[in-house]
């Protein structure tokens, strides 16, 4: 019984010495605080259990915190202007995929600094938690989100370039106001240009060229008309990939829109998963690990505890 009191008071003084060193993320109600004291309450327990003195107490502590702080910073790491207390926010769909103002980058994650963070936290069970799992899930599947929205928006998941998404930035109004101005020049030099050229050179007298403009005016007209059904044609296809490619990024939603949730079915979700692989859809090889531990400890509910 001795032994187990010294033990446990060297352990008091381990997490006392730890929250000093660490008390700005500790003493606040933030993000950080509550991972960190549900990681102090695991790696206790864990070390009670295997029969470690405090010095291994202590560095797992610090070893924990090294990967936990690893993967904050990765979920943060394109976040303009990160709050102090925080490291995930959960973005709001409509306007933050439309205009990620928010963000340097497609999205806030940095997805390789997260899978080198997850095989270290995976490489560690006693310091996993079902919150921390969470927020791996979260931040892999919206960068998975982001980025096949992106990829659709900018033009290149059908093998094309949208300048016009390009030059804005991603902004949903900017590239709106681009399209707008494209389609104003290439109407005006398909059918304005030419014939105003014509009357210009008729005005001043250059017969000649009037004459070459308007075979050349009726000539490009003509190719345009004989290619209408081929247009037509090009954009049904095209329609038809991006209805496809919606449809996928809906079921990508879906996944997402569960995650977001504190509690939810784990096998449910890998359910879903399964389906976005019927789809041509693959999520993160950390994804299905994560999952599939979850689903080990129990089928039917994560918590976010």
Request: net charge negative; glycine share 4%.
């Amino acid at each position: 019984m001795e032994i187990m009191k010294q033990k446990d008071d060297e352990f008091i003084d381990v997490e006392k010495r730890f929250r000093d060193e660490n008390g700005d993320c500790l003493r606040i109600q933030s993000q950080y605080g509550q991972v960190y004291s549900s990681l102090i309450k695991k790696i206790k327990k864990y070390a009670k259990t295997e029969n470690l003195d405090a010095l291994q107490f202590e560095d797992n502590l610090n070893e924990a915190k090294q990967v936990f702080d690893d993967m904050a910073y990765s979920l943060k790491c394109f976040w303009k202007n990160p709050s102090h207390d925080k490291f995930w926010e959960y973005p709001n769909i409509s306007s933050d995929l439309d205009s990620p103002e928010r963000w340097s980058g497609v999205s806030p994650v940095d997805p390789v600094l997260l899978d080198t963070a997850t095989a270290e936290y995976l490489k560690r069970p006693w310091m996993q938690l079902n919150n921390i799992d969470l927020f791996i899930l979260r931040g892999f599947i919206f960068n998975e989100v982001a980025h096949y929205a992106d990829g659709i928006k900018s033009g290149a998941m059908e093998g094309r370039i949208d300048f016009a998404y390009l030059l804005s930035g991603g902004k949903l109004d900017k590239t709106l106001i681009y399209k707008l101005l494209f389609a104003g020049v290439k109407f005006t030099i398909q059918w304005i240009l030419l014939p105003v050229l014509a009357a210009i050179f008729y005005y001043f007298g250059y017969e000649t060229i009037t004459l070459w403009i308007l075979i050349a005016y009726l000539v490009t007209a003509g190719i345009a008309i004989l290619f209408i059904p081929k247009r037509y044609f090009q954009n049904r296809e095209m329609r038809d990939t991006q209805n496809k490619l919606n449809i996928n990024l809906g079921k990508l939603l879906n996944v997402h829109r569960m995650c977001s949730y504190n509690t939810f079915n784990p096998s449910q979700l890998r359910s879903q998963i399964a389906d976005l692989e019927q789809h041509d859809l693959h999520l993160p090889p950390p994804v299905y690990s994560i999952l599939d531990r979850a689903i080990q400890r129990d089928p039917y509910v994560l918590l976010d505890e």
